[in-house]
């Protein structure tokens, strides 16, 4: 016979799986997944109106069609980092389904690599400089 104590400590580990939680985590997967692909439809949206933009003839004394397709382009790129931020947010999503242990685990997880990618290194800063520098140097012409 299985005693109480044994059958909270398994529903601990492994979640429970009524319906009404299920569906709650099948919800909200599904939610964040819809946020992630409007996310990205935008920014799609916006990169290609930048891309007409960008090849509109422009006047030096008039600077606010540079800003307005440099604004565009930022918000595109707000788009595209929020679309990536809801598809990393699915993945302890889906392991909620298997119970609060795992979701834990892989926000951890999570948040350790968000931390590698949203952070700049000096390692990683010097390599981007010496790229510039070496991209630099082969393009420069003599005169």
Same mark, same amino acid.
């Given at each position: ?5 044994? /059958? ?20 909200? /997967? ?33 600077? #606010? ?52 990618? #949203? ?20 393009? #420069?012409? #003599?005169?």
């Amino acid at each position: 016979m299985v005693s109480p104590k044994e /059958i909270k400590s398994t529903k601990l580990l492994y979640g429970n799986k009524t319906s009404m939680i299920s569906s709650i985590n099948v919800l909200t /997967i599904l939610l964040c997944f819809l946020v992630a692909f409007l996310c990205n439809v935008q920014s799609i949206r916006y990169y290609a109106h930048v891309s007409f933009l960008a090849t509109m003839p422009t006047f030096k004394e008039r600077s #606010d069609s540079i800003e307005y397709v440099a604004r565009n382009l930022n918000r595109g790129s707000m788009f595209w980092s929020l679309g990536l931020r809801a598809f990393y947010l699915s993945f302890p999503l889906f392991l909620w389904i298997y119970g609060s242990i795992p979701m834990f685990v892989g926000c951890c997880v999570m948040s350790i690599v968000l931390y590698f990618l #949203d952070t700049t290194t000096s390692f990683t800063r010097d390599l981007h400089c010496q790229s510039i520098i070496e991209k630099r140097k082969e393009t #420069d012409v #003599d005169a």
